[in-house]
C-alpha cells in the first residue's frame, strides 16, 4: 500500500487495510502455504482438497462395500453401556485426592503466615536488592543511549519502506510527541533508579505488602474455596455422565453409522456436495474476500462493545478514533504517575508512594470476594440448568429453518432434514439433562441477579 492510498482514509479504513494488507501480508486462506510431510510445500487450498478428496474417497469406497454386503442396522456394533456410577466414583476419588493437597496448601498458607508474624526479612531484603538495582542503573549515559535507541526504532518505521505504517505513525504519532514522552519517561525512570531513597521506599512498599498479608483470615478464605470446590463436586457427580455418552454414541450410530453402511442416502448426499463445494475455487474466492472485511468487523464491533461498555477514557467515546484517543490518555497518565512516583522518591516524601500501594492493596482486597461470590451463585443449584434453558429457544422450529436454509445455500439444495432435525433435538435434550432443566418455582431470570450481583458489595467481606 503506497502513502497516496491512505492519504484520504480515515484511521478506521486504514487500520482495516493495514491489518489485512500488513499484518496479513495480502491474506488469504487459499494461497497460506504450510508443510506438507513428505511432499514439501503446499497451500492450504491444495492441502485441503487432497486431504478432504482422500477421506471421501476412502469413505465412498466403505460405504460401496457395506452397501453390497447388504449390511442393515443390525449389523453396527452394538453400544456398551458404562457401568452406573463409574464417574461418579472417579470424581470422588479425585476430590478427595485434591482436597488433602488443599489442605496441606492451607497449613503452608498459615505457616508462612505465622512466620512472618515472627520475624519480617523479607522487607530489607527488598530495600538490599533495590539499592543494589539503583546503583547498576544511576548513570545517564545509559538512560541517554536507552532513549536514543528507542528514537532510533522510531526512525526505522517512520522512514521504512511501508508506507502505510510510516504514514499512520507520523500522523498519529509525531515525532516530536513520541519524542518528548520517551524523554519525560527515561528523565522520571532515572530519577528513581538514581535516588538514594530507592531502598527506602522498596522497604515501606515491602512492608505495607507483608502487613496487608499478615492480615487475611487464612482459614476464612480456604473455607469459602473450599466451599466453591464442593459446589463444583456436587454438580459434577450429579451429571449422568453415563447417559449423555450412550446418547451421543446413538446418535452417532444412527447418523454417521447408518451413512457408512448406505442407509443414508440424505446423509451421503449431503456429504457429496459438501466435498463438491471445497473442491469448487469459486468457494475459495468467496472465503477469500469474505476474509478482507473480517477486520474491519473485528475493529467496529470492539469499538462499539468499548464505548458501550463505558472502558473508554472520557471524553474519548466521542472521539473520531476512541482507541487512538483512549490509549494516548492512559499512556500519558501512566507517565504523570510515574513522575509524582519519581519525586517522591527523590524528595524523600514515601506517604504517596505508601498511600497509592495501600489503595492498589483495597482494590484487590474487594475484587476478591467479590469473584467469589460470583462462583458461588454460578454455582447455585438449578442456576447453570436455568442459564442453559433460557438460551435453548422454547420453540426450535425457527432455529431449525435457518440451519436448513443455511445448509441448503452451501450444499446446493442437498438437505437431510429429517437428521437434521434428529440431531438438534437430541443435542438440546442432551444439554438441558447434563445440569437439570430449570424447574418451576426456581429462579427464572438468572441474568437479573447477576446485575444486582455486579452493583452490590459483597455480603461479608473477610480481613483480606
Not at 468499548?306 to 466521542?318: Q, R
Request: net charge negative; charged share 25%; with cysteine.
Amino acid at each position: 500500500m503506497h502513502a497516496s492510498e491512505v492519504k484520504d482514509m480515515g484511521f478506521d479504513m486504514i487500520i482495516k487495510k493495514y491489518i489485512s494488507d500488513m499484518l496479513m501480508g495480502n491474506f488469504s486462506i487459499s494461497g497460506m502455504i504450510m508443510p506438507e510431510f513428505g511432499m514439501g510445500e503446499m497451500t492450504v487450498k491444495s492441502g485441503v482438497q487432497m486431504e478432504v478428496f482422500k477421506a471421501y474417497t476412502e469413505m465412498k469406497m466403505l460405504i460401496e462395500m457395506h452397501r453390497e454386503q447388504g449390511m442393515t442396522e443390525d449389523d453396527l456394533p452394538m453400544i456398551k453401556k458404562m457401568r452406573e456410577g463409574k464417574m461418579k466414583n472417579e470424581i470422588m476419588k479425585m476430590h478427595k485426592k485434591f482436597l488433602n493437597e488443599f489442605g496441606k496448601a492451607n497449613s503452608m498458607a498459615k505457616m508462612i503466615q505465622n512466620t512472618l508474624k515472627n520475624s519480617n526479612p523479607y522487607a530489607n531484603m527488598a530495600a538490599g536488592y533495590a539499592t543494589v538495582l539503583g546503583k547498576m542503573l544511576e548513570d545517564q549515559e545509559g538512560w541517554d543511549q536507552a532513549h536514543d535507541t528507542v528514537m532510533c526504532m522510531y526512525d526505522a518505521i517512520a522512514d521504512g519502506d511501508d508506507l502505510a505504517m510510516a504514514y499512520m505513525i507520523k500522523t498519529y504519532l509525531p515525532r516530536e510527541e513520541f519524542e518528548a514522552y520517551s524523554m519525560r519517561l527515561h528523565s522520571a525512570l532515572h530519577t528513581v533508579f538514581k535516588s538514594p531513597n530507592l531502598g527506602e521506599a522498596a522497604r515501606q512498599v515491602a512492608d505495607i505488602l507483608i502487613k496487608e498479608m499478615i492480615k487475611i483470615d487464612v482459614d476464612s478464605m480456604f473455607m469459602k474455596v473450599e466451599s466453591i470446590l464442593l459446589k463444583l463436586r456436587d454438580i459434577a457427580i450429579e451429571m449422568p455422565f453415563e447417559k449423555i455418552i450412550f446418547e451421543f454414541e446413538d446418535m452417532w450410530r444412527k447418523t454417521s453409522g447408518m451413512m457408512m453402511i448406505g442407509q443414508a442416502p440424505e446423509l451421503e448426499k449431503m456429504m457429496d456436495s459438501l466435498v463438491m463445494m471445497l473442491m469448487d475455487d469459486s468457494f475459495w474466492q468467496q472465503l477469500d474476500a469474505e476474509m478482507m472485511y473480517a477486520p474491519e468487523m473485528i475493529y467496529n464491533s470492539a469499538k462499539m462493545m468499548a464505548i458501550e461498555s463505558e472502558m473508554l477514557s472520557d471524553g474519548c467515546d466521542v472521539n473520531p478514533n476512541p482507541f487512538l484517543c483512549c490509549a494516548k490518555t492512559r499512556v500519558w497518565s501512566l507517565l504523570e504517575m510515574v513522575e509524582h512516583l519519581s519525586a517522591d522518591i527523590d524528595s524523600g516524601d514515601l506517604e504517596d508512594c505508601t498511600e497509592v500501594m495501600g489503595m492498589m492493596m483495597e482494590e484487590v482486597e474487594m475484587m476478591v470476594p467479590k469473584m467469589m461470590q460470583m462462583a458461588e451463585m454460578v454455582l447455585e443449584k438449578h442456576m447453570i440448568g436455568c442459564m442453559i434453558d433460557m438460551m435453548v429457544p422454547k420453540d426450535t422450529d425457527e432455529m431449525k429453518m435457518q440451519l436448513q436454509e443455511a445448509m441448503a445455500g452451501v450444499t446446493a439444495g442437498a438437505v437431510p432434514v429429517n437428521t437434521l432435525n434428529y440431531v438438534m433435538d437430541n443435542t438440546m435434550e442432551i444439554m438441558q439433562s447434563s445440569f437439570g432443566a430449570c424447574p418451576e418455582g426456581a429462579m427464572q431470570e438468572p441474568w437479573a441477579e447477576f446485575e444486582a450481583w455486579a452493583e452490590s458489595e459483597p455480603e461479608s467481606e473477610p480481613e483480606f
